[in-house]
C-alpha cells in the first residue's frame, strides 16, 4: 500500500506513550504513514510531558522548506519500548515496506535528527567539509576483469552461512555468533595484508556487534567511501532466543553482496587511493541503531566520509526492472553517479526509481549526518520479498541461488573502485594527473631494449610508439618482458604499436622493444604515478 503526499502545514511533534505496556519509554522518529500505524496498532495517549509550544514552532519551520517534495512530514514520539516489534510488523504487513522509524537515545538527540532531516542536512555536510567526489567514471581498465570474476556462488554460499543461525536479532546469543562469524570470515578474506582491518563496533546498549573491515587508502586515506548493510535479522512474530529469524534475503543477501566485492578486491590485490570501509550494521531492525552510533562517531570525529551505499535486500527479483535507486532521504548527485555506473558497466540491466519512506534502512542514518548516500533495492516498493521478518525468510525461498544479488556485488564493487581511485592527497576530490614519459633512438634488426621500472599507480599502464621500420612492443608488472613472457604485446608490421595493462596494486612496469626491422623509435608510457 502507498500512501498520498499531504499538504504540509506544519511537522507534528508529539509525545506518546503506551498504556498497554510496562516496558521502558524511549523516543523514535517516523513519518505520517509510520506514525499512522502506531497509533493503530498500540494504545497510545498523550504523554503529560508534552514538549512546549515554542519548542516545536523552531523544529516545524525547519521542517516545512524540507518535506516538500517528500510524501510525508516527520514527527517526533515517545513510546512504550515494547510497541516497537508491532510497529515494525505493521510497517512491513500495511505498508509493505521495512523500518520505518529511528531510535533516538534522548529527546534532545531526536530533536537534533529530525531538525537534519528537515532540511539542514546541507549544512550538516559543509560543518564536516565533506568533499564531492567528481563522480568521473574512468576505471573500467580496473573493474571490468573484476566484475568477471565475481561468482553468484559465492554470495550464495554466504546467505546459506548467515541464515544458518537461529536468528540474528540483536540481543540475542545467535546475534552475537552471527557477529563473530563473520568478523572471522572477512578477517580470512583479508589474506593477512597490513594494510586490512577487520573489527567490531562495540555498542553500549546490546549485545550484537557491528562489523567493519577497512582497506587503508595509499594517498588519499582521509576520505572515506562506505559500503553497507545490516547484519541483524527480525520475525515480527517474535524476539527470543529460539524464534527463527533466518533473515537471507532481509539482509544476508546483501552482507552477502558486499562481502563478494571485498573478497575480489582482496583476490586482485586492489589498493584504493581512498579509504574503503565495509559495514555490517548491528540493531537496524529495531531504529537503525548500530548504523546511527557509527555515523555519529564519523561526524563527532570530522570524519571525511565522501560517500555511503547501503545494500538491504539484494535477492528478490520481484519487479520490472533490476535495481531500483530509492530517491528519498539520498544524495541526488550520487544517485545519478551511481545510475551512470549501472550504464557503463552493467548495461544489459533495467534500472527504477521509488521512494521507500522514512528511515526505511542505514542510509538513512549517513544522511541525517549530512554524508551523501545512496540506497538501491532489489525491487520497487512493495514488490519486494513477502517472507522477510517471517521464519520463511529463507534462501530457498530466493531459489536457492544469488543471480540477483550478483547483479547489486558489481554495481558495489564499481561503485567502490571508482570511488576509491577517485581524489588526491592535495584533497577536494580531483584525481592525480596521468605522468606521462617519452622515449627515442633506434633498433637494428632483432635489438631488444627494455625501459623501467616504472612506479605505477592503480589505474591504466599505456605504452605506445611511433617511427619508422617495423618495432615490437610488450609491456609487463613486475619484471622486464620478453617475447614469450608479458602482459601484453602489440607486433603489427609498422612502428606505430600500443598496448595498455590494468594496475590493480601499487607496483613496478616495465617495457620492452624489439626491432623486428630496422628503424627508429618514438616511446610514449602513460600511467597513474603511486
Not at 135 to 151: E, G, R
Not at 233 to 249: K, L, V
Not at 505 to 518: E, F
Request: with cysteine; charged share 15%; glycine share 8%.
Amino acid at each position: 500500500m502507498r500512501f498520498q503526499p499531504k499538504p504540509l502545514a506544519v511537522a507534528g511533534l508529539l509525545a506518546l506513550c503506551s498504556v498497554a505496556h510496562a516496558g521502558d519509554k524511549v523516543w523514535i522518529s517516523l513519518g505520517d504513514a509510520a506514525l499512522a500505524q502506531l497509533q493503530k496498532h498500540a494504545t497510545v495517549a498523550p504523554s503529560a510531558s508534552a514538549v512546549p509550544t515554542a519548542q516545536l514552532a523552531g523544529v516545524a519551520a525547519s521542517a516545512a522548506a524540507a518535506v516538500a517534495g517528500r510524501t510525508e512530514s516527520i514527527h517526533l514520539v515517545q513510546v512504550d519500548e515494547d510497541d516497537l516489534l508491532q510497529l515494525s510488523a505493521a510497517v512491513h504487513r500495511e505498508l509493505r515496506r521495512c523500518g520505518g522509524f529511528m531510535f533516538h537515545t534522548s529527546e534532545a538527540e531526536g530533536l537534533a535528527t529530525l531538525q537534519r532531516h528537515a532540511g539542514n542536512a546541507k549544512l550538516a555536510a559543509a560543518a564536516l567539509a565533506v568533499t564531492r567526489p567528481s563522480y568521473v567514471i574512468d576505471q573500467q581498465s580496473v573493474v571490468t576483469p573484476m566484475l568477471s570474476q565475481m561468482q553468484a556462488s559465492n554470495i550464495g554460499q554466504t546467505i546459506v552461512d548467515l541464515s544458518a543461525n537461529v536468528n540474528r536479532y540483536y540481543q540475542t546469543a545467535a546475534g552475537v555468533t552471527a557477529s563473530d562469524w563473520l568478523k572471522q570470515r572477512w578477517t580470512t578474506l583479508a589474506a593477512g595484508r597490513s594494510d586490512i582491518t577487520v573489527e567490531q563496533f562495540t555498542h553500549a546498549s546490546w549485545k550484537q556487534k557491528s562489523v567493519i573491515a577497512t582497506i587503508k587508502g595509499t594517498d588519499n586515506a582521509s576520505q572515506v567511501v562506505v559500503l553497507g548493510g545490516h547484519l541483524d535479522s527480525i520475525n515480527q512474530a517474535g524476539t527470543s532466543e529460539t524464534t527463527r529469524a533466518p533473515g537471507a534475503d532481509d539482509d544476508a543477501s546483501g552482507i552477502a553482496s558486499l562481502t563478494e566485492v571485498f573478497r575480489t578486491l582482496v583476490a586482485n590485490g586492489y589498493k584504493p587511493r581512498r579509504t574503503l570501509k565495509f559495514m555490517a550494521y548491528a540493531a537496524e531492525e529495531v531504529g537503525l541503531r548500530g548504523s546511527q552510533e557509527i555515523a555519529t562517531s564519523f561526524a563527532n570525529a570530522g570524519t571525511n566520509v565522501v560517500g555511503v551505499m547501503q545494500l538491504d535486500m539484494t535477492n528478490y527479483k520481484g519487479s520490472a526492472n533490476d535495481i531500483y535507486i530509492y530517491t528519498d532521504y539520498t544524495d541526488s548527485a550520487q544517485n545519478t553517479f551511481v545510475t551512470n555506473l549501472i550504464k557503463t558497466y552493467l548495461p544489459t540491466l533495467k534500472v527504477g526509481t521509488d521512494k521507500c519512506g522514512y528511515a526505511c534502512s542505514d542510509h538513512a542514518s549517513w544522511t541525517a549526518k549530512g554524508y551523501y548516500a545512496t540506497m538501491p533495492f532489489e525491487a520497487a516498493m512493495g514488490e519486494d520479498d513477502p517472507y522477510i521478518h517471517t521464519a520463511n525468510d529463507t534462501y530457498a525461498n530466493t531459489g536457492s541461488q544469488a543471480d540477483h544479488a550478483l547483479k547489486f556485488a558489481r554495481m558495489a564493487l564499481a561503485y567502490m573502485v571508482e570511488l576509491g581511485s577517485d581524489g588526491s592527497s592535495g584533497g577536494g576530490g580531483g584525481t592525480t594527473p596521468d605522468k606521462t614519459e617519452t622515449f627515442t633512438g633506434s633498433l637494428t634488426l632483432n635489438q631488444t631494449r627494455s625501459f623501467g621500472p616504472f612506479k605505477a599507480g592503480v589505474g591504466t599502464f599505456k605504452a605506445s610508439t611511433t617511427g619508422t621500420g617495423d618495432i615490437d612492443l610488450y609491456a609487463r608488472r613486475t619484471a622486464v618482458p620478453t617475447t614469450s613472457t608479458y602482459d601484453c604485446k602489440s607486433t603489427g608490421s609498422t612502428a606505430t604499436e600500443s598496448c595498455s595493462i590494468s594496475v590493480t596494486a601499487n607496483g613496478d612496469a616495465y617495457v620492452l622493444l624489439k626491432g623486428y626491422s630496422a628503424g627508429s623509435y618514438t616511446l610514449t608510457v602513460t600511467y597513474k604515478p603511486q
